[in-house]
Every structure is written in structure tokens, then in C-alpha cells.
């Protein structure tokens, strides 16, 4: 079975910390993303992977930046906490090509920033 | 604009009371089109993947179906361990090598004994 773990389920944070989310997949994935799930907007993406050390942005990218140095292990960092940044933030992976380009979601973790 | 959009947003049933949950989408074109299950607190559990219109798939209760402009997830004789939020998306030909997805905001499902 896919695995896609992530570092924590919960998160309690104060304004203007710096915050670090990390995620690790075991199936050789080439991608690997990150998004944040708020109700009402489902889900919108932050930052992607396609290879170690590459990174795009996604549609919501301000305020974050992403870390990829092995393959396995997909980072998102918030610079300097806020607010609005409180949201459920999930980890996602996937092959590169077909046959399947299905993504593989960790478990979430539900950030609180005070 | 690639858009995804899922109706009824919320859907009570009764158990054994089957219904279908719609996913309408515009994309310039089509590469796949996923359906997930989420749980309350929980991330998305991958169900299906279609990949051309006509295509179908099934699992247990649930069946995909697939058209050039919407897909079905068909439930039959659901249980209350149906109950949760399914999400569609659609994978639009961004180029490059990646696969984004679209996601709709959800159908959330619930099934009353």
C-alpha cells in the first residue's frame, strides 16, 4: 500500500513563528505536493515537486516556500507564521507518468496559529 | 477557466436508499478524472480514476461513470460506512512533468440507518 506520512496531525503555533511541515512518501513517487484545505474552498495548491530540488508554484504560493532534497521527503515552511495560515495543510504524491497519475494523500495536519 | 463542480454540495440518505453524486467539469483537455473519499479530519483516500468518456469503474457500493462533460459516483444500497465527503477532480493538460489536479469542493454524503 502507499504510504504517505506527515510529521504531525496537530499543530499549535504563535504569530510570526517560523513553521516547518514535513512529509515523506514510500513509493518512489516523482511527485510530490503540498495543499491546504479550508472550508467551503476545497482544496488549492501551494507549492509542487517534480524532481529533488525542483519546485513550481501552485495557486496559493505567498507566504510559503517548499524544501525537496531526497526524494522521498517533501518540506513546507512557513516563513513567518500568520492567521490566516490556520487551515488543515495536506501532502500528496504520485508518478510522473501513466499508468497512473492518481495522487496519494497523508493523513493531514490541522495547523492553529494564534 | 478549468473548473470543477460537484452537486448535490451535501446529500442524506437512507441506508438502502440509492443516489448519485455529480461532478461537471470544463477543461481544455481531459486527462483523467479522479474520485476520492474524505473522512471527517482525515485526508483523501483515492478511489477511482476515468480516463476517457464511456469508461466505468466500480468498487463494493460505488460506481464511476464518465462522460465528455460530467462523471457519476453512483451509490447503491448504502451504508452509514458510506457516510463521508467525496471530492472529484480532473487533471488538465498543464504540460511539463507534472499532473495537477482540480479539485470540486465536495458532495458530503450522509447515510441514516
Known amino acids: 500500500d502507499v504510504k504517505v506520512t506527515q510529521s504531525s496531525r496537530y499543530l499549535v503555533k504563535r504569530t510570526g513563528e517560523k513553521v516547518f511541515l514535513e512529509c515523506v512518501q514510500d513509493?518512489?513517487?516523482?511527485?510530490m505536493f503540498w495543499y491546504r484545505q479550508d472550508p467551503g474552498l476545497g482544496l488549492r495548491l501551494i507549492y509542487f515537486?517534480?524532481?529533488?530540488?525542483?519546485?513550481e508554484k501552485g495557486d496559493i504560493p505567498e507566504g510559503y516556500s517548499v524544501s525537496r532534497e531526497k526524494k522521498e521527503r517533501f518540506s513546507l515552511i512557513l516563513e513567518s507564521a500568520s492567521t490566516n495560515q490556520t487551515s488543515m495543510y495536506l501532502c500528496a504524491s504520485s508518478f510522473w507518468a501513466r499508468p497512473s497519475y492518481e495522487q496519494y494523500f497523508g493523513p493531514g495536519t490541522r495547523l492553529t496559529v494564534t | 477557466e478549468d473548473q470543477v463542480t460537484q452537486s448535490p454540495e451535501a446529500l442524506r440518505l437512507q441506508e438502502g436508499e440509492s443516489s448519485s453524486l455529480n461532478c461537471s467539469y470544463t477543461v481544455s483537455g481531459l486527462r483523467g478524472l479522479f474520485w476520492y473519499r474524505q473522512d471527517p479530519g482525515k485526508g483523501p483516500e483515492f478511489l477511482f480514476t476515468?480516463?476517457?468518456a464511456g469508461e466505468e469503474k466500480e468498487k463494493e457500493r460505488l460506481k464511476a461513470t464518465l462522460t465528455k462533460k460530467e462523471s457519476f459516483l453512483h451509490i447503491t444500497a448504502p451504508k452509514p460506512e458510506d457516510s463521508a465527503t467525496y471530492l472529484c477532480?480532473?487533471?488538465?493538460?498543464?504540460?511539463?512533468?507534472?499532473?495537477?489536479?482540480?479539485f470540486g469542493t465536495g458532495t458530503l454524503l450522509a447515510v441514516q440507518p
Open positions: 477532480a480532473v487533471q488538465a493538460p498543464y504540460g511539463g512533468a507534472t499532473n495537477k489536479l482540480i
Open positions: 515537486s517534480y524532481d529533488v530540488k525542483m519546485k
Open positions: 513509493m518512489d513517487h516523482e511527485n
Open positions: 476515468l480516463y476517457s
